[in-house]
T-cell receptor, first 117, second 112 residues
Framework: GESVGLHLPTLSVQEGDNSIINCAYS??????FIWYKQESGKGPQFIID?????DKRQGQRVTVLLNKTVKHLSLQIAATQPGDSAVYFC????????????????FGQGTILTVHP | DTAVSQTPKYLVTQMGNDKSIKCEQN?????MYWYKQDSKKFLKIMFS???????INETVPNRFSPKSPDKAHLNLHINSLELGDSAVYFC???????????FGQGTRLTVV
């Protein structure tokens, strides 16, 4: 299930199920999006990215969907494994001043994914 | 080889002290960052440097001073530490164009 509020949203799934993690972004000018995975005691680790001129991108067991109309990003994980348990962040990169590439990476709230064997 | 390494991994210190966190990347990237992650896991950018020049400086107290001696290093010095500075600080690097940022393992700072 999911919970919101003062705590991070959580998603609990059984091993082998598919997982979908959602993210709403704020800046319609953002042109690049990334999903990161953060395991306990470690730094965020890149999973997959997508540019704003695309609406879908697939990797190994992961798919990112981008809906610019409603400013929504999702990460789908196929055949979820216990090793997928972590906090997942979406991040958006907005252009810097004057359309430069120095735009900062802004992170979303994060979702805790727990995979039960 | 560790791509982005930061030291120390843990830092416990008293209020009022001055401390530094070091970061090095061996990826040949042009841009380096400092992020702060609070107890609710929220990640917020603090600074960004491109080729040793400050590019992004979010509203961070001026007790925090980044220093980039060369494009492979970005250190963070914090003066007069306060309890609210307790957090995990992450260094990261990326290429100048829109590519992903690679993160270090983090430095857990605890101010007592």
């Amino acid at each position: 299930g999911e919970s919101v509020g003062l705590h991070l949203p959580t998603l609990s799934v059984q091993e082998g199920d598919n997982s979908i993690i959602n993210c709403a972004y704020s800046n319609s000018a953002s042109d690049y999006f990334i999903w990161y995975k953060q395991e306990s005691g470690k730094g965020p680790q890149f999973i997959i990215d997508i540019r704003s001129n695309m609406d879908k991108r697939q990797g190994q067991r992961v798919t990112v969907l981008l809906n610019k109309t409603v400013k929504h990003l999702s990460l789908q994980i196929a055949a979820t494994q216990p090793g997928d348990s972590a906090v997942y962040f979406c991040a958006e990169r907005s252009q810097g001043a004057g359309g430069t590439s120095y735009g900062k990476l802004t992170f979303g709230q994060g979702t805790i994914l727990t995979v039960h064997p | 080889d560790t791509a982005v390494s930061q030291t120390p991994k843990y830092l416990v210190t008293q209020m009022g002290n001055d401390k530094s966190i070091k970061c090095e990347q061996n990826l040949g990237h042009d841009t380096m960052y400092w992020y702060k992650q609070d107890s609710k896991k929220f990640l917020k950018i603090m600074f960004s440097y491109n080729n040793k020049e400050l590019i992004i400086n979010e509203t961070v107290p001026n007790r925090f001073s980044p220093k980039s001696p060369d494009k492979a290093h970005l250190n963070l010095h914090i003066n007069s530490l306060e309890l609210g500075d307790s957090a995990v600080y992450f260094c990261a690097s990326s290429q100048i164009m829109n590519t992903e940022a690679f993160f270090g393992q983090g430095t857990r700072l605890t101010v007592v």
